[in-house]
């Protein structure tokens, strides 16, 4: 068995595992606001890109981002912020009222907490992550474009640090990529 984490396993490289080492891949998805992981993958689990289902003691929704055009809705396959819930879930951001009231919610007596990443459900109740809130960046004419997509191949930590402050330096040339600049 060979165990991922940190960040969704990309499809290119879950299948070189595969090949090279003749078993698949078990990851999940958590959080440090959820107590490590919410979801984990079936060893059985044969599917490219996903992060399994719900743990016990973890109950994980999808909810409209309709800002971002990713609904429970969308076909073939509901997509939305991901929000976890459960005892596993902390009760905020320590000193922190603004950031908790923010991600934090209390609904139904339950503790939620939602994530910023964008998530598709399968049929069978497993996810994938497909985006996050944060990395996706609004046109000037509404669109949403992301500037995540990069992070999923091999990108030093260095420039993860530093990413804000490159793409601030570089915002000329990612306009003009984007086609940005074309428009009055």
Same mark, same amino acid.
């Given at each position: 068995?060979?165990?991922?984490?940190?960040?969704?396993?990309?499809?290119?490289?879950?299948?070189?595992?595969?090949?090279?080492? =003749?078993?698949?891949?078990?990851?999940?998805?958590?959080?440090? $606001?959820?107590?490590?992981?919410?979801?984990?993958?079936?060893?059985?689990?044969?599917?490219?890109?996903?992060?399994?289902?719900?743990?016990?003691?973890?109950?994980?929704?999808?909810?409209?981002?309709?800002?971002?055009?990713?609904?429970?809705?969308?076909?073939?396959?509901?997509?939305?912020?991901?929000?976890?819930?459960? =005892?596993?879930?902390?009760?905020?951001?320590?000193?922190? $009222?603004?950031?908790?009231?923010?991600?934090?919610?209390?609904?139904?007596?339950?503790?939620?907490?939602?994530?910023?990443?964008?998530?598709?459900?399968?049929?069978?109740?497993?996810?994938?992550?497909? =985006?996050?809130?944060?990395?996706?960046?609004?046109?000037?004419?509404? $669109?949403?474009?992301?500037?995540?997509?990069? =992070?999923?191949?091999?990108?030093?930590?260095?420039?993860?640090?530093?990413?804000?402050?490159?793409?601030?330096?570089?915002?000329?040339?990612?306009? $003009?990529?984007?086609?940005?600049?074309?428009?009055?």
């Amino acid at each position: 068995m060979v165990g991922t984490g940190s960040a969704p396993l990309a499809v290119d490289t879950d299948a070189f595992i595969r090949a090279c080492l =003749d078993c698949c891949p078990v990851g999940g998805y958590g959080l440090t $606001e959820t107590a490590g992981s919410a979801t984990l993958k079936d060893m059985d689990d044969q599917s490219f890109g996903r992060v399994g289902s719900p743990i016990l003691g973890s109950y994980v929704k999808l909810v409209n981002w309709d800002e971002g055009d990713y609904r429970v809705s969308d076909k073939p396959h509901p997509r939305g912020e991901i929000v976890v819930g459960g =005892d596993c879930v902390t009760q905020g951001y320590f000193k922190n $009222e603004t950031l908790t009231k923010e991600y934090f919610k209390k609904e139904d007596g339950m503790q939620w907490f939602y994530t910023g990443d964008i998530g598709e459900l399968y049929p069978d109740g497993t996810f994938s992550i497909i =985006d996050r809130k944060k990395d996706l960046l609004k046109l000037q004419h509404g $669109e949403y474009v992301s500037l995540g997509k990069p =992070d999923t191949g091999l990108v030093t930590a260095a420039y993860k640090i530093r990413r804000r402050e490159i793409e601030k330096f570089y915002r000329n040339e990612i306009n $003009e990529m984007y086609g940005m600049n074309k428009f009055p």
